[in-house]
């Protein structure tokens, strides 16, 4: 075991020193009290790192400047830098951020009528390797943590210099195979003392990874869950989503009437129209069969071009046909409005081009 003197020995290389962001409060408050400081310090620190997303340790102006200089010599904050940011025509902005390490993400913040949504990454890249999604063709570099998910909202949240209303974590990566540190997530931006955004405003997408959906049915909070559907034809589903051909239409099926059943809470379906694939008429009955019945609402996008792809989006009277034809067997659908499309930051679409160029 080392001794007190190990254990407060200064550290002075970056690997050495932890990110702050991946200590526990029990963590942090045993290295203020071996520094002599008193408990409460461990309360303005994590609101400095959480709540205000402090880039220095010198933005913590309440500290003592030598505690200051001491945590600097100890720990990191992390942080990411932005490599690129770009502004549509439409308010949102797409972020290209780069972690220490040197791996890079993509992130989004989309303003409407006074709120801010962010959608965020969970992993670099993606290994589920859907067919018309720009992010799996380049596969998957590595998972995010949970800080680091929660600093891509953060980023946002200062660039807009607004507060953020919702999050969804439907950019890279399949959150349900980065489970805990999606959850973690989620829970620090639900907390009062991270990010105060209420469970019901935080949304998991995931393309239907079956034992997280009842795992995630069994947690504590309200979070918001929606599953990345694209056709309710076992066939054209296995095509267009190889990287969940091991869990069937008729398993998810069963395990969302459990998750219902178990919260109470209404799932989302999400579609992406893609012409002449599922869009058919056969394809639209086995979606009606699929959620006639069901508390579930469908999500209806209109395919958002991805340069190289042969796969083209349905036409707006298409997706109509879709929205009327659902309501026919009483299920609530809509057609969501791609945010950013005009730079490559709607659904998707989301693939680091400027990072590789």
Known sequence: MPTADEKNRPLDTDTERRDLHTLTHGELAEILSGLGQPAFRAKQVEEWVWSKNAQSFDDMTNLPKSLREELARRLTLGGVEEVARQVSVDGSRKYLLRYPDGVSVECVGMPSRGRLAVCASTQAGCAMGCAFCATGAAGLTRSLTASEIYEQVMHVRDDFNDRVTSVVLMGQGEPFMNYDASLGALRKLNDPEGAGIGARHLTVSTCGVIPQIMRFANEPEQFTLAISLHSAVQRTRNALMPGVRKYSLINLYNV??????????????????????????????????????????????????????????????????????????????????????????????????????
Do not use: W
């Open 256 to 357: 969302m009437g459990e998750y219902v059943n178990k919260t109470g809470r209404r799932p989302t379906y999400e579609y992406a129209l893609i012409g002449g694939v599922n869009d058919t008429e056969s394809e639209l009955q086995a979606l009606c069969d699929f959620c006639e019945g069901t508390l579930a609402h469908v999500n209806l996008i209109q395919l958002n071009e991805v340069e190289g792809s042969k796969f083209r989006p349905s036409t707006e009277l298409r997706a109509q046909d879709f929205v009327r034809r659902l309501a026919n067997v009483g299920v609530e659908a809509t057609i969501r409005n791609s945010r950013g499309s005009d730079i490559d930051a709607a659904c998707g679409q989301l693939k680091q081009r400027i990072s590789r160029r």
